[in-house]
């Protein structure tokens, strides 16, 4: 399979049928698909996929001898779709959902389920954004940071790359505004959040496939974090501030590497020309030596 499964806590094989397993193997194929495809760029697969795990989330929950056992599933398949759909108001409607199902799950065991229901807020935040409302989705964002900041986590790479995302957006949104200096520092505190997350994790991300057996949050995670590091590499580099252009290229350079990987040309070109903006940077940080030797 594509990705390692955020799994829920197990459930007794004893008290699942058939047909039960049969849905859950769909649902687990289906939303791995969907996320495949994202990360493809493969919008329309990614949708179709998305509303086939969502359709049968559902149909999980009304038919199964244990209905709660399936609150998860139904409430990450509703985040995920929630980008999909037409407008911004319908996937609020979504979000509001997933997020009452994971505050139903996050009360019984806040460890577990406290931070994916934080990181639907950050979704929610987003499209607020999309719909034009930047300044709510800053406010939103800066609470998300907060909430982060105070979570129980059963895995704190999980945590620190949620924290992460959400400073990640919170930078963009800021240098939306015409506020340069706070946004990229909340993209840079994202950047070494999402680090320490990696360190956390072992991830050898210079190794080919990394990123198709990374755990599912962290797939989520890297679109977002490619293009935060983008940002701080583009920017840091206009500033003449080499130093840091060069940390953020490392991480654009090992992200988009992993996007690459997965296949397509457009990947490929991305990758090849962020490397080639990161091979300019990493030159005006060699030593002088180095620089009259190449």
């Not at 398949?77 to 994971?102: D, F, K, M, W």
């Not at 704190?156 to 963009?172: N, Q, S, V, Y």
């Not at 996007?259 to 940080?285: F, K, N, P, Q, S």
Request: glycine share 6%; hydrophobic share 45%; with cysteine.
């Amino acid at each position: 399979m594509f990705m390692a499964r955020h799994k829920p806590p197990e459930r007794k094989a004893s008290r699942r049928g058939t047909a039960e397993r049969t849905l859950e193997r769909r649902y687990d194929f289906h939303l791995s698909e969907a996320i495949r495809a994202a990360l493809e760029g493969s919008h329309d697969k990614a949708a179709t996929h998305s509303g086939t795990a969502l359709s049968i989330s559902r149909e999980l929950c009304a038919g199964a001898r244990d209905p709660a056992g399936h609150q998860a599933e139904l409430a990450a398949a509703l985040c995920n779709h929630a980008r999909y759909v037409a407008t911004p108001v319908h996937a609020i409607a979504l979000l509001a959902e997933s997020a009452g199902h994971y505050a139903a799950l996050a009360e019984a065991d806040p460890a577990c389920y406290e931070v994916p229901r934080i990181d639907v807020l950050t979704r929610v935040a987003l499209a607020h954004d999309t719909s034009g409302n930047t300044g709510d989705a800053i406010t939103l964002l800066r609470e998300v940071v907060r909430m982060y900041l105070r979570a129980p986590a059963a895995d704190l790479a999980e945590r620190d790359l949620g924290l992460a995302r959400a400073r990640f957006h919170l930078g963009r949104c800021l240098l939306k505004t015409g506020a340069e200096a706070d946004g990229l520092a909340e993209t840079d505190t994202g950047l070494a959040l999402a680090d320490h997350a990696l360190d956390r994790l072992r991830l050898a991300l210079w190794a080919p496939g990394w990123l198709a057996t990374a755990p599912r949050y962290v797939q989520l995670a890297v679109p977002d974090w490619a293009a935060a590091a983008v940002r701080a590499m583009t920017l840091h580099a206009a500033a003449g501030h080499w130093e840091n252009a060069a940390a953020a290229a490392d991480a654009a350079v090992r992200l988009s590497g992993g996007l690459a990987w997965l296949g397509g040309d457009t990947l490929r070109e991305a990758h090849e020309a962020i490397r080639a903006r990161a091979d300019v940077i990493w030159a005006h940080t060699q030593p002088p030596e180095h620089k009259a030797a190449g």
